[in-house]
């Protein structure tokens, strides 16, 4: 039955959180607690969701723990997939494994370096901190090796840009708040339409539209806007332009990180992994530099050609931003890393 365009979308968890929580459930039996039915996490904004345990296993020295992924309403392709933790003694601190259906990294330009399991950093800090956390309170050691698994996780990535990436054998353990927020085309760019009306309402003269949570927040805290001036961009800069063009504020500033940011340079108007992907030969021409051709991720590009590309992609970004407005309206752009770092900006 299709959904009404007007009901509210269920948001979801990321397999990150699936995996703290499995991982929790599953270090308190090894360290001498019953199994519990359900387990409660904390997420990196604060959040404290309450998970339940589907899946139980273990054997010498080792305990195994499964949630089921629900990515709320959205079109996540591992909705309903059952993310399992085994945790065992270790030593050296907390040390991560691939298990069945998970990733391992085999090129550069990721943030997790080649030969690793494909566990993101923000994920990596999740389980971490529930380590430290859970030894703290029943007196044990930290020193635990961490083996995610996704049965049937192969199969899903092929349908991924894993890939593509260098990720082999599995999907990613991924998310940077824990939360997965329901894709929707109309409903998210009419969020965006909302988001400026109500900036222009309130007299707003800087807006600022961002493609995630770590670019807006330094946006954010660079020129000190307000709250009602963060419109939630994210993929859509299409959507966000085509609209601001109609309905003017005096500056917009757009910030992103270096993937999203060299697909707006390079003329991409919807800058998700599905629908664009950077042009690493159009990218080695502009730059001449072609060693760039064979890059794997715009992340790697910068790493071979540093300043020089990332004031490209500012410049050219800003270029194809102003194509889209009217000449009263000021724009700039703000390139970040993934730590939030600003690396370039154009348009100042």
């Known amino acids: 039955m299709a959904r009404k365009p007007d009901t509210p979308l269920r948001r979801g968890w990321t397999t990150g959180a699936c995996a703290t929580a499995a991982t929790k459930a599953a270090l308190k039996v090894l360290w001498g607690e019953a199994r519990p039915d359900k387990i409660r996490i904390t997420l990196p904004k604060g959040e404290r969701p309450e998970f339940e345990i589907t899946h139980w296993?273990?054997?010498?020295?080792?305990?195994?723990?499964?949630?089921?992924?629900?990515?709320?309403?959205?079109?996540?392709?591992?909705?309903?997939?059952?993310?399992?933790?085994?945790?065992?003694?270790?030593?050296?601190?907390?040390?991560?494994?691939?298990?069945?259906?998970?990733?391992?990294v085999t090129m550069p330009g990721l943030p997790i370096p080649p030969g690793e399991p494909a566990i993101n950093p923000v994920p990596r800090q999740m389980l971490s901190d529930v380590v430290a956390q859970l030894a703290t309170r029943l007196g044990q050691q930290p020193d635990i090796e961490i083996t995610i698994s996704i049965p049937g996780g192969a199969a899903m990535a092929r349908k991924t840009w894993n890939p593509r990436l260098g990720i082999k054998g599995g999907l990613s353990i991924l998310g940077t708040t824990g939360i997965v927020r329901p894709f929707s085309c109309s409903s998210w760019i009419a969020s965006i339409h909302r988001g400026i009306d109500v900036a222009r309402a309130d007299g707003a003269t800087h807006v600022a539209g961002c493609t995630g949570s770590t670019s807006e927040k330094a946006v954010q805290t660079l020129y000190d806007l307000p709250d009602h001036a963060m419109l939630d961009m994210g993929d859509f800069a299409g959507g966000l332009l085509k609209y601001l063009a109609r309905n003017p504020v005096e500056r917009i500033t757009i910030?992103?990180?270096?993937?999203?940011?060299?697909?707006?340079?390079?003329?991409?108007?919807?800058?998700?992994?599905?629908?664009?992907?950077?042009?690493?030969?159009a990218l080695a021409d502009a730059l001449d530099m072609p060693d760039l051709k064979s890059?794997?991720?715009?992340?790697?590009?910068?790493?071979?050609?540093?300043?020089?590309?990332?004031?490209?992609?500012?410049?050219?970004?800003?270029?194809?931003?102003?194509a889209m407005l009217p000449d009263d309206i000021k724009a700039d752009t703000v390139v970040i890393d993934r730590q939030g770092k600003i690396l370039a900006r154009a348009g100042i």
Do not use: C
Request: hydrophobic share 40%; glycine share 16%; aromatic share 6%.
């Open 57 to 104: 296993d273990q054997g010498d020295g080792w305990i195994e723990a499964g949630v089921i992924k629900d990515a709320g309403d959205d079109p996540d392709i591992t909705h309903g997939a059952l993310i399992i933790a085994r945790v065992a003694a270790s030593v050296g601190g907390v040390q991560f494994r691939a298990g069945t259906g998970v990733g391992t």
């Open 255 to 281: 910030g992103g990180g270096i993937g999203k940011m060299t697909k707006l340079a390079q003329g991409a108007r919807d800058l998700h992994s599905g629908r664009s992907q950077v042009d690493f030969v």
């Open 295 to 322: 890059m794997n991720t715009a992340l790697q590009a910068y790493e071979t050609a540093g300043d020089f590309m990332v004031s490209w992609v500012a410049e050219h970004a800003l270029e194809n931003i102003r």
